[in-house]
């Protein structure tokens, strides 16, 4: 990312028909952005819950980083390089697709530049 890019990986939401934001009201994003304030920075889960502020700090790297999202409804872990900065239980009746949903990479801006590279997703 660059300084205060701004992005996210939204898991758990269902087909997107004409609803362009179909993710953002029936998924959960995992937050991308190493500048948001400590509540919201990377790893969190937008909007429900912050992650492990420490661990986060401890985790991220100035370059590349590497995510893990494990879902195993109902929970969602998510590890940055290596090291668990969130472990969040989705009680949200709207998002109720988490174990069998959509993932989506979130383009937030113009501004926001963010690169993904080996996106990959498997069966737990």
């Not at 205060?4 to 953002?24: E, K």
């Not at 909007?47 to 790297?61: L, R, S, W, Y």
Request: hydrophobic share 40%; aromatic share 8%.
């Amino acid at each position: 990312t660059t300084a205060d890019a701004n992005s996210g990986v939204f898991v758990g939401f269902p087909a997107v028909g004409d609803d362009p934001l179909v993710a953002v009201d029936h998924g959960y994003e995992v937050q991308i952005d190493p500048s948001d304030p400590a509540g919201w920075t990377t790893g969190a889960i937008y909007g429900f819950q912050a992650p492990d502020q420490e661990a986060v700090t401890e985790a991220v790297n100035e370059g590349w980083n590497t995510f893990e999202i494990a879902l195993d409804p109902p929970e969602i872990v998510v590890s940055l390089n290596g090291l668990v900065v969130n472990r969040f239980t989705a009680a949200d009746p709207a998002r109720a697709d988490l174990g069998r949903g959509f993932v989506g990479l979130q383009n937030h801006g113009p501004e926001d530049v963010v690169v993904f590279r080996r996106v990959e997703v498997s069966p737990g």
